[in-house]
């Protein structure tokens, strides 16, 4: 890959997120400075950096979960809209997977699967519930669609949340951590299904300091300190010959 394949820069290639000059501050904080982004369809962008670096709040720019004070944003050439159904639906193209998995804990695996579909999509039950138990077979936790997730493992749990963000359809999927909160004989099964679905073409932005992930499947490598992106390269790169001090001295704390 060319370095403008890499960072998106194609002419004419389609971007399926698009950040332009976006700026944000908590406060006195300036935690987003000068974000210009663009991320290809298909793209699966490791975003990495030290706490406190704006990751999470990059992602949460992405869906509007955070509003920004400067900057655009578009999810597939379609600026984020401020409110209302507009964004509504726009966040619903929009999968987001926490280090918590946030399921409901009174209903079953299934019904988690199934709920949105069925209330925010109005998908006929019987076709929802067929969909929710193909996307339950994908991340290998068919068996368990009647239980509740108090009876289900970390990692299990983790894996019906992404089942339950891939039932809307996403056109992206954000991942933020999502193998942080888990033991770690757990990790593997989460990450084995995020690798698939970059396999399949979905595109991801993945905040994660799991760099077999990033080395086996992604396209990409960013990384962010003090609210900049610092480097955006393809993870050979960026694991042998990052160009930032603050990136060896990241790398140095973590390999
Ligand atoms: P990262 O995910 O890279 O660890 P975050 O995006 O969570 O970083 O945070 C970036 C900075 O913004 C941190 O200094 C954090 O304390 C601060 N911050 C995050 N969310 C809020 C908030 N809601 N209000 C005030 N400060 C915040
Ligand atoms: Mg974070």
Do not use: W
């Not at 578009?74 to 509504?88: F, K, W």
């Amino acid at each position: 890959m060319t370095q403008a394949e890499i960072t998106g820069t194609v002419p004419g290639a389609r971007s399926m997120i698009s950040m332009k000059r976006v700026n944000k501050h908590f406060g006195d904080l300036h935690v987003l400075r000068d974000i210009d982004l663009e991320i290809a369809t298909g793209q699966v962008v490791v975003m990495l950096g030290p706490s406190g670096s704006g990751k999470s709040t990059l992602c949460r720019t992405i869906n509007r979960l955070e509003p920004v004070d400067e900057g655009t944003i578009a999810i597939d050439g379609v600026p984020v809209p401020a409110e209302g159904r507009a964004l509504a639906r726009l966040r619903s193209d929009v999968g987001m997977v926490f280090q918590s998995f946030n399921l409901f804990a009174h209903k079953t695996v299934l019904d988690n699967v199934m709920l949105a579909p069925v209330k925010v999509r109005r998908i006929d039950k019987t076709k929802a519930k067929e969909r929710a138990l193909a996307l339950l077979d994908r991340v290998g936790i068919r068996e368990q669609a009647e239980k509740y997730p108090a009876q289900l493992s970390g990692g299990q749990q983790q894996r019906v949340a992404i089942a339950r963000s891939l039932a809307m359809d996403p056109k992206v999927m954000l991942f933020d951590e999502p193998t942080s909160a888990l033991d770690p004989e757990m990790v593997n099964e989460v990450l084995d299904v995020m690798v698939n679905l970059a396999k399949e073409g979905m595109t991801m932005i993945v905040v994660t300091h799991e760099m077999g992930f990033a080395r086996k499947a992604a396209d990409r490598v960013i990384f962010m300190a003090d609210g900049s992106i610092l480097e955006d390269t393809d993870p050979e790169t960026f694991f042998t010959a990052p160009s930032s001090d603050r990136a060896k001295d990241f790398l140095a704390k973590i390999l």
